[in-house]
Every structure is written in structure tokens, then in C-alpha cells.
């Protein structure tokens, strides 16, 4: 079955400090990889995502993440946090016909002045 | 376009009561999707339409769930018989059928507080 684990259920960071969250899936083909982040109180909001080509995407405010099918894993990168991207970070798989995601339990950032 | 809105967007309620969630997707979009989330944990698949038709039930919904989108446009879940292990934050998302993998657009969620 198709899963995807977050091993981070937190993470702090100083504002300007280099960010990388991880996430690892499970599934059989390429599967397609997606970030989204949720501010309190908001749903969630497309960062990036991977369908096929360059395995390193960039995405809106910032963040990048790279796709690397021999370690089964599509982590996010951001050089400089701000304090603005506190907030919780979800990856998600989509399969073939990709009509639904598969998401992670999160990473909840937490950015220090 | 205002993106995808769900209505209300908090909702307590007592054990036993029935409550309605409504969600407008984008318009264009003939894919809708209700996902559940509880606190501390990701987004869990509930029910996927594509136009009007339900396509895909989880087995999370049980049969005190209903969901609806009778004319391929605005959506309706109901639950009935609230418990408080329904307490959780639900989330319309919408897409559009063709556009590459699907890209789901997520509302800001209906958060439901069952006393």
C-alpha cells in the first residue's frame, strides 16, 4: 500500500537558517510528489510539485525539493527561513491515475527570532 | 475565481445532532474531494466525485456519512448522528480532470467540534 511518513514532527530553526524537511514514500511506480503547507486556522497551499523530469523542482516562497528515487524520498529545502513560514508541512504521493493523495502526518515548523 | 470555499467554517455540536458541511469548488474544476484531518495527523481520503458521480468511497465513511454533489457544481457531506470521534477538521479540495496529474486545491476546512 501506498504510504508516506514525515519522520520530523517538529522541527525548529533560527530565522535565516538553512531548512530541510524530510519525507520518504512508499510506492511501487513513480509516483507523482507534492508539499503543501497549512498556516493555523487555513487550508492547505501548493508549494511544489514532481511529475517526471528534473528531480530538483522549485516551488513558490523560496522552497525547493529534490526527488530521489534511490532513497525513496522528496525532500524540501529552503537556503533562509523566515519567520513567516512557520507553519505545518505536508508531503503527499498521488498515484497513476492520481485522483487522490496519500499525505504524511506533517512537520510542524517552528521558526526562532 | 475566489477558490474553493467551505461553509461553515466552525461548527460545535452535541452528540446524537446531524450536521451538513458545504463546499463550492473552483468552478471549473469537475473533480471534488473530501478529506478528513484530526489533530496532529495528515489529511485522510473520505470520497472523490467527478462531476456527479461518486466515484470512490473510503472505508472511513461510514454509513452515518453521506455526501453529495447533485449537479457537478457545489457539494454537501452530512453526517449524522454526530460522535465525538468525528470531531476533526474537514477539507474540500478540487481539481480539474486532464490537467496533467491532478493538482489538488485545497478550501479552508470546516472544523467540527462534537460535545
Known amino acids: 500500500a501506498q504510504s508516506v511518513t514525515q519522520p520530523d514532527i517538529h522541527i525548529t530553526v533560527s530565522e535565516g537558517a538553512s531548512l530541510e524537511l524530510r519525507c520518504n514514500y512508499s510506492y511501487g511506480a513513480t509516483p507523482y510528489l507534492f508539499w503543501y503547507v497549512q498556516s493555523p486556522g487555513q487550508g492547505l497551499q501548493l508549494l511544489l510539485k514532481y511529475f517526471s523530469g528534473d528531480t530538483l523542482v522549485q516551488g513558490i516562497k523560496g522552497f525547493e525539493a529534490e526527488f530521489k528515487r534511490s532513497q525513496s524520498s522528496f525532500n524540501l529545502r529552503k537556503p533562509s527561513v523566515h519567520w513567516s513560514d512557520a507553519a505545518e508541512y505536508f508531503c503527499?504521493?498521488?498515484?497513476?491515475?492520481?485522483?487522490?493523495?496519500?499525505f504524511g502526518s506533517g512537520t510542524r515548523l517552528l521558526v526562532r527570532p | 475565481d475566489t477558490g474553493v470555499s467551505q461553509d461553515p467554517r466552525h461548527k460545535i455540536t452535541k452528540r446524537g445532532q446531524n450536521v451538513t458541511f458545504r463546499c463550492d469548488p473552483i468552478s471549473e474544476h469537475n473533480r471534488l474531494y473530501w478529506y478528513r484531518q484530526t489533530l496532529g495527523q495528515g489529511p485522510e481520503f473520505l470520497t472523490y466525485f467527478q462531476n456527479e458521480a461518486q466515484l470512490e468511497k473510503s472505508r472511513l465513511l461510514s454509513d452515518r456519512f453521506s455526501a453529495e454533489r447533485p449537479k457537478g457544481s457545489f457539494s454537501t457531506l452530512e453526517i449524522q448522528r454526530t460522535e465525538q470521534g468525528d470531531s476533526a477538521m474537514y477539507l474540500c479540495?478540487?481539481?480539474?480532470?486532464?490537467?496533467?496529474?491532478?493538482?489538488?486545491?485545497f478550501g479552508a476546512g470546516s472544523r467540527l467540534t462534537v460535545l
Open positions: 503527499a504521493v498521488g498515484m497513476d491515475s492520481s485522483y487522490k493523495l496519500i
Open positions: 479540495a478540487s481539481s480539474l480532470q486532464g490537467s496533467g496529474a491532478n493538482v489538488l486545491t
